[in-house]
């Protein structure tokens, strides 16, 4: 007897998906110019076609759990080519968009990180931990510690940004955002890799049964060049050229980790405290990595702008902004330091700190919660030997 098939439409979701970028969605006409067009889609149940009608008929379980959207790397080729100007790319950008809210809990910080209106009150957030912590630190532990950890008047003769806010001020806020980040990432992650398995097993895209991690491990390590050196990004044809400032801004990041994580040993382990010798090779890294991320944010911006046929939406111009100007603001702390600015130097730093915690904190939120998903469903690919 064949088996029925309950399909759910969920009328709010297409109407979301409209709003974060795929308000054309609905012109589409099933031709299937954009599974042909698209380079990187398997020929098995090819994409963004298939994901077109799903969209349009409201089934938003099935998408939001459909790892072929993470393949899909936004460079836009179908979108030239779609006869109709349905923009398939930025109806895949816009699923993206709402799987990355609907996975990552508390569902209101996930709508704040999507409203230009909470820019404030997400600043606001970290300013006031600041403030409130620092003023806690200074009544607390000051005294007994001899040290000032939140100092509004820092001595001028030597410009030291941890004068101003503490290095383990700045540390006590960081640490847990961070933390707070890596427990919605897990939750959220848990969830999709539960859900994507079960909506693979009913389209047949994998056998019936349980995920075995073993496997997926091995597959995550196989799968990690792939992302590092953009190998998909590189068989895109409109934008192929976003592949390396993309890298510009990955590898900025991989530098400023590595940098932030050594400093941390220095400091704590070997009472190694700044501000560093611009000749520590350390500082170096620090550096180019702080260089690489604004010329490579700057050239994302560009690009962006100059591709006037794609829709950009806010939760794109939030990220661009907000890693630009912590490329900016960190480089602007740091020569405005050496140029002896100190009140410059000592403002410009407390932005950048806020824009840090919001690096962290807000992540899984916006979209750079995408390099993390679409790690995770590219590996699932591999695992299912999804070619
Ligand atoms: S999105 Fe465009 S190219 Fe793709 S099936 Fe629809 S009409 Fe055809
Ligand atoms: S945007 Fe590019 S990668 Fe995504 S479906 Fe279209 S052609 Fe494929």
């Not at 970290?126 to 510690?145: E, Q, S, T, W």
């Not at 001020?169 to 994507?196: E, Q, R, S």
Request: charged content about 15%.
């Amino acid at each position: 007897m064949a088996e029925t098939i309950t399909l759910e439409p969920d009328l709010g979701f297409i109407k979301d998906v409209s709003k974060l970028g795929g308000g054309d969605l609905k012109k589409c006409y099933q031709c299937a110019t954009c599974s042909v067009a698209c380079k990187i889609s398997p020929d098995n149940k090819p994409f963004p076609r298939k994901e077109m009608i799903a969209a349009s008929w409201g089934l938003k379980d099935r998408l939001i759990a459909d790892y072929d959207v993470w393949l899909c790397h936004n460079c836009g080729d179908c979108t030239t080519l779609c006869p109709r100007g349905a923009k398939p790319g930025d109806v895949m950008g816009a699923i993206r968009a709402y799987a990355v809210k609907a996975y990552s809990k508390p569902a209101f910080l996930a709508d704040w990180v999507n409203d230009p209106s909470k820019i404030p009150l997400l600043l606001a957030i970290p300013a006031i931990l600041f403030i409130v912590v620092g003023f806690i630190f200074n009544a607390v532990f000051g005294h007994a510690f001899h040290t000032t950890f939140l100092n509004f008047s820092p001595p001028n003769a030597i410009i030291s940004h941890a004068n101003f806010i503490h290095t383990t001020l700045v540390d006590v806020i960081m640490i847990p955002a961070f933390f707070f980040a890596i427990g919605v990432f897990a939750f959220g992650l848990k969830n999709f890799l539960n859900d994507m398995h079960q909506q693979a097993i009913i389209t047949g895209k994998a056998e019936n049964k349980p995920l075995e991690m073993g496997g997926f491990i091995q597959a995550l390590i196989r799968t990690i060049p792939t992302i590092l050196l953009h190998k998909k990004f590189n068989e895109c044809g409109e934008n192929k050229d976003r592949a390396t400032a993309h890298l510009l801004v990955l590898f900025s990041f991989i530098g400023l980790f590595i940098v932030t994580n050594i400093f941390f040993v220095a400091m704590y382990v070997f009472q190694e405290h700044g501000p560093y010798s611009q000749m520590n090779p350390v500082k170096w890294l620090a550096n180019i990595s702080g260089v690489a991320l604004i010329v490579g944010s700057f050239l994302l911006i560009q690009k962006r702008r100059d591709k006037t046929d794609q829709y950009s939406a806010y939760k794109d111009w939030y990220l661009l902004g907000l890693v630009f100007l912590l490329g900016v603001t960190g480089m602007g702390s740091e020569l405005t330091r050496l140029a002896g600015w100190a009140g410059v130097s000592y403002g410009v730093y407390f932005i950048h700190l806020l824009l840090i915690f919001s690096l962290f904190a807000y992540t899984p939120f916006s979209k750079l919660a995408h390099l993390v998903y679409r790690t995770v469903a590219m590996t699932y690919a591999e695992y299912t030997n999804r070619k």
